[in-house]
């Protein structure tokens, strides 16, 4: 019997990396990228450099998790889609009760936590493809080998590595002489992706709900090895499926890194000419 859990434990844990492991480190990063372009602009606008992006990002990301709030039939009590609070750093809300014996309704807080991440993500891929056809982001196909995790990691974030190099040389390509639609696009873009990362407090209320899909995956595997099926079946599903969604996400990890180059750039200089200071974007 012993057997059995040592593997549902490898083969859930192996799940959970193909599920969560690429997506949490692009989220970490988009976090990262998104805290230092708000600390670059604050710097140099003050507080009221919130609503330069956040009058589109903001909505966006407040309506996702609104979104996935009736997906997962939470009742919303109150939503604020841009309300920015100097004090509490706020820029916006979505209340919502559940009906803790739910089971589909405590998992549906993980979903609804990172719903910014997949919503905007998925958002910025639809207006990219719709104008920008001919530069199309591709696949990210990720695979993890538990008897070689080290070498696993380092693969995945080359792979993560190169796809946002292809990208960004797609975007290069495509805004290449923009007019002025095209600017509009690259501001309504760029105002999405940098805050498309769930903060610490979306990802705080999605913990519980994540617990329970880690459990599920468990039970599945622990019943599906008793009864003798093929569980890397899953594994190959979970790969080919996930591959177009980490495209995606690596799109607007891509996207986010452009527009913090592009803001950083000349607000840096700006810093040293007029204060002769570095402009530190991490505090």
């Given at each position: ?6 593997t ?11 599920l969560?492991g ?48 009736v ?24 209340s ?7 089971y ?29 056809a ?8 990720m ?15 080359s ?7 292809q ?16 600017i ?16 610490t ?26 009864i003798?099926?093929?569980t ?5 599903l ?17 996207l ?28």
């Amino acid at each position: 019997m012993i057997d059995y859990f040592l593997t549902a434990s490898k083969n859930t844990l192996l799940q959970v990396i193909l599920l969560f492991g690429v997506t949490g480190l692009i989220t970490a990063l988009l976090f990262l990228f998104q805290y230092m372009i708000g600390v670059v602009l604050s710097k140099t606008f003050g507080w009221g450099s919130v609503y330069l992006t956040g009058w589109i990002g903001v909505p966006v990301h407040e309506l996702s998790h609104a979104l996935l709030c009736v997906i997962f039939r939470h009742k919303i009590v109150e939503i604020s889609l841009f309300k920015p609070d100097p004090y509490s750093g706020v820029l916006g809300y979505v209340s919502h009760n559940f009906n803790p014996k739910s089971y589909f309704q405590n998992v549906g807080n993980f979903f609804i936590g990172v719903a910014p991440l997949f919503v905007g993500s998925i958002l910025l891929y639809i207006v990219y493809n719709t104008f920008f056809a001919a530069y199309s982001a591709a696949p990210v196909h990720m695979e993890f080998d538990l008897s070689h995790p080290i070498d696993s990691i380092t693969n995945m974030i080359s792979k993560i590595m190169n796809q946002v190099d292809q990208n960004a040389q797609m975007l290069k390509s495509a805004f290449t002489n923009p007019g002025i639609w095209t600017i509009i696009l690259i501001y309504v873009m760029a105002s999405i992706s940098t805050h498309i990362a769930p903060s610490t407090t979306d990802l705080r209320n999605g913990l519980p709900g994540f617990a329970l899909i880690v459990a599920a995956l468990f039970i599945y595997n622990l019943i599906v090895g008793l009864i003798g099926y093929p569980t890397p079946d899953l594994h190959g599903l979970l790969t080919n499926y996930l591959a177009k969604l980490q495209g995606i996400l690596t799109f607007g990890l891509t996207l986010t890194l452009y527009t913090f180059a592009l803001v950083y750039a000349p607000l840096a200089i700006f810093h040293l000419i007029a204060y002769r200071k570095f402009l530190n974007p991490l505090y």
